[in-house]
């Protein structure tokens, strides 16, 4: 039976949202004066300037980000030497999604006198509103140049690390989620994070301590449950995988499709069919917009012969995932299963419109093609899939079409 590829990659970038947020800007508002030690008497206009901040303050706080712009701004014109109302005007531009404009502010706040504190947090800030235009490499300056300033610096090391880890540097990832670790021995986070690297790059047993000991600091950690049952079911120890899945499905407050998938599949290879459509209906029932619940449940019924009700399967999968080449390829072997011909080639056709180079779809088609009586257009589709690296139409063309 034919699974689909595991989303340990996926994963982490959206465990990574956790951390790349935009304008929290760790430390700021926490050390601006606040209202009520500032004398009412405006005596210069620095003091009316830190007023207004501290005004802007208390409208960040309660979330009223337009009367928080205005007080920040209002507070440059008065002293345009202000870093404080240029940085936290940075974070609620960030709020309001206007990341050009954030980005101009960091960077009058960097041209200004520093703390050695606010010096390396507003580049770690201005590396994630970089991050929020798609400008990698800004990121990945921003956050090191915090690290520079800064070498204890453990979200720095951890923004970089998903940064190394999109470029495909797994290695200087796998560097960089040491340091987090080095830094916070109790981070679970963390060691969930460095097993999803090591899984990527094949250090499986690695890979699954880090999990265990994200589930030893963290025991609800689901995110540590599922990626380790996804190892574990990598290293064909199935049992162990259906132990995770049931967990996550246990710990979660609303059912989760992916979970019933992941399971579904483990109860496949333990050939507990029943208990895997039960899972792939669970799926679908949590998710009725997802392919996969369907992709999967028509893959387990084709391998249990039952085609017609696999097609069905596969046509309600091309419903809400009509671009992915697989599901026309698996549905036209069911409809060979029932002798349709014509529906087979039809399908075949549709998975190489989506897909070009897809061999196993050319070959296939060439069979079908020759099949029906279509000897030169089976043979030049087995041409195809020859020229694409399949050797089973290489053979299957040397006897039938030479």
Same mark, same amino acid.
């Not at 009058?108 to 235009?133: D, I, P, Q, R």
């Not at 453990?154 to 998903?162: E, K, L």
């Not at 499709?257 to 992941?262: K, L, P």
């Not at 690296?389 to 299957?396: E, H, K, M, R, T």
């Given at each position: 039976?034919?699974?689909?590829?595991?989303?340990?990659?996926?994963?982490?970038?959206?465990?990574?949202?956790?951390?790349?947020?935009?304008?929290?800007?760790?430390?700021?508002?926490?050390?601006?004066?606040?209202?009520?030690?500032?004398?009412?008497?405006?005596?210069?206009?620095?003091?009316?300037?830190?007023?207004?901040?501290?005004?802007?303050?208390?409208?960040?706080?309660?979330?009223? #980000?337009?009367?928080?712009?205005?007080?920040?701004?209002?507070?440059?014109?008065?002293?345009?030497?202000?870093?404080?109302? #240029?940085?936290?005007?940075?974070?609620?531009?960030?709020?309001?999604?206007? #990341?050009?404009?954030?980005?101009?502010?960091?960077?009058?706040?960097?041209?200004?006198?520093?703390?050695?504190?606010?010096?390396?947090?507003?580049?770690?800030?201005?590396?994630?509103?970089?991050?929020?235009?798609?400008?990698?490499?800004?990121?990945?300056?921003?956050?090191?140049?915090?690290?520079?300033?800064?070498?204890?610096?453990?979200?720095?090391?951890?923004?970089?690390?998903?940064?190394?880890?999109?470029?495909?540097?797994?290695?200087?990832?796998?560097?960089?989620?040491?340091?987090?670790?080095?830094?916070?021995?109790?981070?679970?986070?963390?060691?969930?994070?460095?097993?999803?690297?090591?899984?990527?790059?094949?250090?499986?047993?690695?890979?699954?301590?880090?999990?265990?000991?994200?589930?030893?600091?963290?025991?609800?950690?689901?995110?540590?449950?599922?990626?380790?049952?996804?190892?574990? #079911?990598?290293?064909?120890?199935?049992?162990?995988?259906?132990?995770?899945?049931?967990?996550?499905?246990?710990?979660?407050?609303?059912?989760?499709?992916?979970?019933?998938?992941?399971?579904?599949?483990?109860?496949?290879?333990?050939?507990?069919?029943?208990?895997?459509?039960?899972?792939?209906?669970?799926?679908?029932?949590?998710?009725?917009?997802?392919?996969?619940?369907?992709?999967?449940?028509?893959?387990?019924?084709?391998?249990?012969?039952?085609?017609?009700?696999?097609?069905?399967?596969?046509?309600?999968?091309?419903?809400?995932?009509?671009?992915?080449?697989?599901?026309?390829?698996?549905?036209?072997?069911?409809?060979?299963?029932?002798?349709?011909?014509?529906?087979?080639?039809?399908?075949?056709?549709?998975?190489?419109?989506?897909?070009?180079?897809?061999?196993?779809?050319?070959?296939?088609?060439?069979?079908?093609?020759?099949?029906?009586?279509?000897?030169?257009?089976?043979?030049?589709?087995?041409?195809?899939?020859?020229?694409?690296?399949?050797?089973?139409?290489?053979?299957?063309?040397?006897?039938?079409?030479?």
């Amino acid at each position: 039976m034919n699974f689909l590829k595991n989303k340990l990659h996926a994963l982490l970038l959206i465990f990574s949202v956790l951390y790349l947020v935009p304008g929290f800007a760790k430390g700021f508002c926490s050390k601006i004066i606040s209202p009520e030690i500032i004398d009412e008497s405006f005596t210069n206009n620095r003091d009316s300037a830190l007023k207004y901040v501290s005004y802007g303050i208390e409208k960040t706080s309660s979330r009223d #980000y337009d009367d928080a712009l205005m007080y920040f701004s209002k507070a440059l014109e008065l002293d345009s030497s202000l870093a404080a109302a #240029y940085i936290n005007r940075a974070f609620v531009k960030n709020q309001l999604l206007d #990341y050009n404009n954030a980005l101009e502010d960091y960077n009058h706040a960097l041209k200004l006198k520093l703390t050695w504190e606010e010096s390396y947090e507003v580049h770690f800030n201005k590396g994630l509103t970089l991050l929020s235009l798609n400008n990698l490499k800004g990121a990945m300056a921003g956050f090191s140049y915090a690290i520079k300033i800064n070498p204890n610096f453990a979200d720095a090391y951890y923004n970089r690390s998903i940064l190394r880890g999109m470029v495909g540097d797994y290695l200087g990832q796998l560097k960089d989620i040491d340091k987090v670790i080095a830094l916070r021995p109790k981070d679970a986070n963390a060691y969930n994070s460095r097993g999803i690297v090591r899984s990527m790059i094949g250090s499986l047993q690695p890979a699954i301590e880090d999990y265990s000991k994200a589930l030893e600091l963290n025991k609800g950690n689901t995110d540590s449950y599922f990626n380790r049952g996804l190892v574990y #079911y990598q290293l064909k120890k199935y049992h162990d995988a259906l132990n995770d899945f049931n967990m996550v499905i246990q710990l979660k407050d609303e059912p989760d499709a992916e979970a019933f998938n992941r399971r579904g599949n483990v109860k496949c290879r333990l050939k507990d069919f029943r208990g895997a459509i039960e899972d792939y209906n669970n799926a679908i029932k949590s998710n009725p917009d997802d392919y996969l619940g369907y992709l999967n449940r028509g893959q387990l019924k084709f391998d249990l012969k039952d085609y017609q009700a696999a097609i069905d399967d596969y046509t309600k999968a091309i419903k809400f995932k009509p671009d992915f080449y697989l599901i026309f390829y698996l549905r036209g072997l069911a409809k060979r299963q029932l002798k349709d011909a014509k529906g087979e080639i039809e399908d075949y056709s549709w998975a190489i419109e989506y897909k070009p180079d897809y061999e196993a779809a050319y070959k296939e088609r060439g069979v079908a093609k020759y099949g029906i009586g279509d000897k030169s257009g089976g043979c030049e589709d087995l041409n195809t899939a020859v020229k694409f690296g399949s050797d089973v139409a290489y053979n299957y063309l040397i006897e039938h079409c030479r």
